[in-house]
């Protein structure tokens, strides 16, 4: 069998355009057709239909599988484990070479880029002893499948067999020790990521042992992290690991120099290369060195820089909300709604994306990482993509976000350096201020904004003339002094951000939506903007994170390109499930997720084919996509 490639030339990212349906797989066999209630969870997909799939392409699951349950990694003179128990992967090894790497989600679960890119992590950490990569990933949940041939960087439209790997054996990507050890340490952290998160509690636990808590801890904690990941970034790039409790002990006897002191230089060369972070003067000021050496002892298995998930929006919600929120209506944006947020958007390369009210930048953080992937998917390798073309010009002009917490500011800038980069670009202001503001230089750029702000807040002062809802449906406070809604004062600066032909996702109580005394904003919307989606959120969202039961609605508008477009038919999406019990307090996962799956049905489909038509007729989509081709190839 030759090597099919799949076509770049139907609508959306390669990614989309590459996941395939059973019956349209090319292999001369197919995988069995099971009926869905006998398949209940991933492990049922992959020894129901995956492994007698892999049997009927030649393998031998006894010789030609890996069984282990830990995985031993050397990573410089340390050897780690990596628990395999949990994943649903089946490893092909042939001749002790690990050669394909085959990953089941649920049959219910729609396959989405943040699955691919897990696979893609953990496929380049399984680096062989030879140092070659593994050359085949497969992504399915049993009646959709993702395949992907590393060493050609194309999209394939069949399962290889055992015939074809071994004819292909000799030619498998060779990639270094470094990029090795790069790679095993982030898959380490990504499968461990519960762990990390104790480890920030651990953290946290030793800050107040030395007097640290509330927002002097957060100050501090923010502080070696950025430290951690700044050392990080040398690793990646071919230095030094300097982040290990046994060099600092040995640095303090060959310096004569204090464990503060050291770290104090590793934070001195953080700030230089993240710029505008901290101020030049400030230091971390824990001194007692036995905690510092414990702290810096639990970070170095991990590797923070380019991270994966939100790890400062799950510190922020887990252990400093009580400094942010207030009275200010923040509450922490569930990753699940992100995730389905930033994939209904469909970003392309080349759009600058907005978050008004960034908060941690949870938005921000995962638009930038599916733009990330979009660039990837055009055939560039790991190795040159943080410094392709693409990537700086989404870095220097494509990510903006502001917030008024300075807090939160700091904590957003971090995030955006823990999966990158990007930061540049992140601002204090009050948002609703026009006058000496840095959001006033955006306006009339904005490609995409998400944002979940803060609900239904009042706004009073002389910015408020500024505003439509400044001046109408106003009222008074407990003080007498006069205030609008912070909700309506916000989709009016966002439009004012747009450009013609943007468009914004934006979380919203329910009641603007169908609230008959709310009958004004909607005149408001109908009248200024094009209503493109309604999805409704099931009552709860928010309470495992912030206990506000507040029942809230996803507007996906746009700013039209001229007073003559015209509204046409709207998308309606009614979400139940969410992923996570909504109607506990606490965060617990579930089965079910409506979000992910309303992503993969036929009519989301033709909506986006739809989207995407539209922007055909934008000259703006047109060069952006010249210069994604310039770029690319």
Request: some cysteine; hydrophobic content about 35%.
């Given at each position: 069998m030759?090597?099919?490639?799949?076509?770049?030339?139907?609508?959306?990212?390669?990614?989309?355009?590459?996941?395939i349906?059973?019956?349209?797989l090319?292999?001369?066999i197919?995988?069995?057709?099971?009926?869905?209630?006998?398949?209940?969870?991933?492990?049922?997909?992959?020894?129901?239909i995956?492994n007698?799939?892999?049997?009927?392409?030649?393998?031998?699951l006894?010789?030609?599988?890996?069984?282990?349950?830990?995985?031993?990694?050397?990573?410089?003179?340390?050897?780690?484990?990596?628990?395999?128990?949990?994943?649903?992967?089946?490893?092909?090894?042939?001749?002790?070479k690990?050669?394909?790497?085959?990953?089941?989600k649920?049959?219910?679960?729609?396959?989405?880029?943040?699955?691919?890119?897990e696979?893609?992590?953990?496929?380049y950490?399984?680096?062989?002893?030879?140092?070659?990569?593994?050359?085949?990933?497969?992504?399915?949940?049993?009646?959709?499948?993702?395949?992907?041939?590393?060493?050609?960087?194309?999209?394939?439209?069949?399962?290889?067999?055992?015939k074809?790997?071994?004819?292909?054996?000799?030619?498998s990507?060779?990639?270094?020790?470094?990029?090795?050890?790069?790679?095993?340490?982030?898959?380490?952290?990504?499968?461990n990521?519960?762990?990390?998160?104790?480890?920030?509690?651990?953290?946290?636990?030793?800050?107040?042992?030395v007097?640290?808590?509330?927002?002097?801890?957060?100050?501090?904690?923010?502080?070696?992290?950025?430290?951690?990941?700044?050392?990080?970034?040398?690793?990646?790039?071919?230095?030094?690991?300097?982040?290990?409790?046994?060099?600092?002990?040995d640095?303090?006897?060959?310096?004569?120099?204090s464990?503060?002191?050291?770290?104090?230089?590793?934070?001195?060369?953080?700030?230089?290369?993240f710029?505008?972070?901290?101020?030049?003067?400030?230091?971390?000021?824990i001194?007692?060195?036995?905690?510092?050496?414990?702290?810096?002892?639990?970070?170095?298995?991990?590797?923070?820089?380019?991270?994966?998930?939100?790890?400062?929006?799950?510190?922020?919600?887990k252990?400093?909300?009580?400094?942010?929120?207030?009275?200010?209506?923040?509450?922490?944006?569930?990753?699940e709604?992100?995730?389905?947020?930033?994939?209904?958007?469909?970003?392309?390369i080349?759009?600058?994306?907005?978050?008004?009210s960034c908060?941690?930048?949870?938005?921000?953080?995962?638009?930038?990482?599916?733009?990330?992937?979009?660039?990837?998917?055009?055939?560039?390798?790991?190795?040159?993509?943080?410094?392709h073309?693409?990537?700086?010009?989404?870095?220097?002009?494509?990510?903006?976000g502001?917030?008024?917490?300075?807090h939160?500011?700091?904590?957003a800038?971090?995030?955006?350096?823990?999966?990158?980069?990007?930061?540049?670009?992140?601002?204090?202001?009050?948002?609703?201020?026009?006058?000496?503001?840095?959001?006033?230089?955006?306006?009339?750029?904005?490609?995409?904004?998400?944002?979940?702000?803060?609900?239904?807040?009042?706004?009073?002062?002389e910015?408020l003339?500024?505003?439509?809802?400044?001046?109408q449906?106003?009222?008074?406070?407990?003080?007498?002094?006069?205030?609008?809604?912070?909700d309506?004062?916000?989709?009016?600066?966002?439009?004012?951000?747009?450009?013609?032909?943007?468009?914004?996702?934006?979380?919203?109580?329910?009641?603007?939506?169908?609230n008959?005394?709310?009958?004004?904003?909607?005149?408001?919307?109908?009248?200024?903007?094009?209503?493109?989606?309604?999805?409704?959120?099931?009552?709860?969202?928010?309470?495992?994170?912030g206990?506000?039961?507040?029942?809230?609605?996803?507007f996906?508008?746009?700013?039209?390109?001229?007073?003559?477009?015209?509204?046409?038919?709207?998308?309606k999406?009614?979400?139940?499930?969410?992923?996570?019990?909504h109607?506990s307090?606490?965060?617990?996962?579930?089965?079910r997720?409506?979000l992910?799956?309303?992503?993969?049905?036929?009519e989301?489909?033709?909506?986006?084919?739809?989207?995407?038509?539209?922007?055909?007729?934008?000259k703006?989509?047109?060069?952006?996509?010249?210069?994604?081709?310039?770029y690319?190839?």
């Open positions: 030759g090597i099919i490639k799949l076509s770049d030339k139907s609508f959306g990212s390669s990614f989309e355009n590459s996941i349906d059973s019956e349209n090319k292999n001369e197919l995988p069995k057709s099971i009926s869905p209630d006998l398949l209940n969870s991933e492990e049922d997909v992959r020894v129901k995956i007698p799939y892999l049997e009927s392409l030649g393998f031998n006894d010789k030609d599988t890996f069984h282990e349950e830990t995985l031993k990694f050397t990573i410089g003179t340390r050897e780690y484990k990596l628990n395999l128990l949990g994943r649903s992967d089946t490893i092909i090894r042939i001749e002790e690990t050669s394909m790497v085959v990953e089941a649920k049959f219910n679960h729609a396959l989405t880029r943040r699955d691919w890119e696979l893609r992590s953990f496929i950490a399984l680096v062989n002893d030879d140092e070659t990569l593994p050359r085949y990933g497969v992504l399915t949940n049993g009646h959709k499948w993702v395949i992907r041939d590393f060493e050609e960087n194309e999209w394939l439209h069949f399962v290889p067999n055992k074809l790997i071994l004819s292909t054996f000799s030619i990507s060779f990639v270094s020790k470094k990029e090795r050890d790069v790679a095993r340490k982030k898959v380490i952290t990504k499968d990521e519960e762990e990390l998160i104790n480890l920030i509690s651990k953290t946290e636990g030793y800050l107040r042992q007097g640290y808590d509330g927002e002097r801890a957060f100050v501090e904690l923010a502080k070696i992290l950025l430290t951690k990941i700044n050392e990080d970034r040398r690793f990646i790039n071919d230095e030094e690991d300097r982040f290990k409790k046994d060099l600092i002990i640095l303090e006897n060959t310096l004569d120099k464990v503060n002191e050291i770290v104090n230089d590793f934070f001195e060369n953080a700030k230089k290369h710029r505008n972070i901290f101020r030049k003067d400030q230091i971390i000021n001194n007692d060195r036995e905690v510092l050496l414990k702290i810096i002892k639990l970070y170095e298995p991990y590797i923070l820089y380019r991270l994966d998930f939100d790890l400062f929006g799950i510190v922020y919600e252990f400093f909300a009580d400094i942010f929120k207030g009275e200010t209506g923040k509450y922490f944006t569930p990753r709604v992100i995730d389905f947020m930033v994939e209904f958007a469909d970003i392309e080349g759009e600058k994306v907005c978050d008004p908060g941690s930048g949870g938005f921000l953080t995962r638009a930038y990482q599916n733009l990330r992937t979009k660039v990837a998917d055009l055939g560039i390798d790991e190795e040159n993509l943080k410094d073309d693409l990537i700086q010009y989404i870095e220097e002009n494509c990510i903006i502001n917030d008024i917490d300075p939160l500011v700091t904590l800038k971090i995030n955006m350096v823990i999966h990158g980069d990007g930061w540049n670009n992140i601002y204090r202001s009050d948002v609703f201020e026009l006058k000496d503001s840095p959001l006033t230089d955006w306006h009339n750029t904005i490609d995409v904004i998400l944002a979940n702000p803060p609900f239904s807040i009042g706004v009073n002062g910015k003339k500024d505003y439509k809802f400044g001046k449906n106003t009222y008074k406070n407990d003080d007498g002094q006069t205030e609008a809604i912070s309506l004062l916000f989709v009016e600066r966002c439009y004012r951000l747009l450009r013609p032909g943007g468009r914004m996702l934006i979380v919203l109580p329910s009641g603007w939506a169908n008959p005394n709310s009958q004004y904003f909607r005149d408001y919307l109908y009248d200024k903007w094009i209503e493109i989606a309604t999805v409704s959120l099931p009552e709860g969202v928010f309470k495992p994170f206990e506000s039961g507040a029942k809230t609605v996803i996906y508008l746009k700013k039209p390109y001229s007073e003559v477009e015209t509204q046409d038919d709207v998308l999406v009614n979400i139940n499930s969410v992923g996570y019990d109607r307090k606490h965060y617990k996962k579930i089965p997720n409506d992910n799956t309303v992503l993969q049905t036929d989301f489909i033709n909506f986006k084919q739809k989207i995407y038509l539209d922007r055909e007729k934008d703006k989509y047109r060069d952006l996509r010249e210069m994604v081709n310039k690319g190839n």
